[in-house]
């Protein structure tokens, strides 16, 4: 069974400051998602990374995946309010001829003044 | 529309009773997903569709829970006999092929009472 786990859960940071969310997956997937979901909202997707060392940036926000060591991060530099929101990582998993995601539990970040 | 649309988007029910949720992805996309987003489970995949078929449907919690789609379009899970354990945000995704980012609707809130 695909496992996929999100450090830290949750996650207090000052604005202006840089922090690192990360991702863990425990079998070999070659594609790996971000989600942002505001309360109340749906989910955004932010980046797909499709291939070993891919890197992706959108502002304050850059994620990276690395394959072999079964590992994504997603790296915010001098984080903004706006900021906050709960970001997920999915990894798609193969069932029977198709694929579905599969979910981390989340990184619930507040950024504070 | 441009998204992935859902309704209701809240559903209060009594325990027992039937309920029906609808989901219209966006136009052209022929693989359609549901999951479940619960406080205690996280987001959990239930079902997916490629055209009308659904080849894997070993994500649905029970007997209970049952889904179809029409036409390449229109999906519906219907949940029988509801019991508290089913309230959660049932959301509904789609993406142009099984392989490519999903794009998810903003949900049904369901409450069990």
């Known amino acids: 069974e695909l496992k996929v786990e999100q450090n830290p859960l949750f996650l207090s940071m000052q604005e202006g400051k840089n922090y690192t969310i990360y991702c863990n997956y425990s079998?070999?997937?070659?594609?790996l998602y971000w989600y942002r979901q505001d309360p109340g909202k749906s989910l955004e997707s932010l980046f797909v990374?499709?291939?070993?060392?891919a890197v992706k940036q959108e502002g304050r926000l850059m994620a990276s995946l690395d394959t072999k060591a079964r590992l994504s991060t997603l790296h915010i530099t001098a984080a903004v309010h706006d900021l906050s929101a709960t970001y997920f990582c999915?990894?798609?998993?193969?069932?029977?001829?198709?694929?579905?995601?599969?979910f981390g539990k989340g990184t619930s970040l507040l950024v504070t003044p | 529309g441009a998204g992935v649309s859902q309704s209701p988007s809240n559903k209060v029910t009594e325990k027992g009773k039937d309920v029906e949720l609808r989901c219209d992805p966006i136009?052209?996309?022929?693989?359609l997903y549901w999951y479940r987003q619960s406080l205690g489970q996280g987001l959990e995949f239930l079902i997916y569709?490629?055209?009308?078929?659904?080849?894997?449907k070993s994500g649905l919690p029970s007997d209970r829970f049952s889904a179809e789609r029409t036409g390449g379009s229109v999906s519906t899970l219907t949940i029988q006999r509801t019991q508290q354990e089913d309230s959660a945000v049932y959301l509904c995704?789609?993406?142009?092929?099984?392989?490519?980012?999903?794009?998810f609707g903003d949900g049904t809130r369901l409450s069990i009472l």
């Open positions: 999915a990894v798609d998993m193969e069932r029977n001829s198709g694929y579905a995601l599969n």
């Open positions: 569709f490629q055209g009308n078929s659904a080849p894997d």
């Open positions: 990374l499709l291939s070993n060392g």
């Open positions: 079998t070999t997937s070659d594609r």
């Open positions: 136009s052209g996309h022929t693989a």
């Open positions: 995704a789609s993406s142009f092929k099984v392989t490519q980012p999903q794009h």
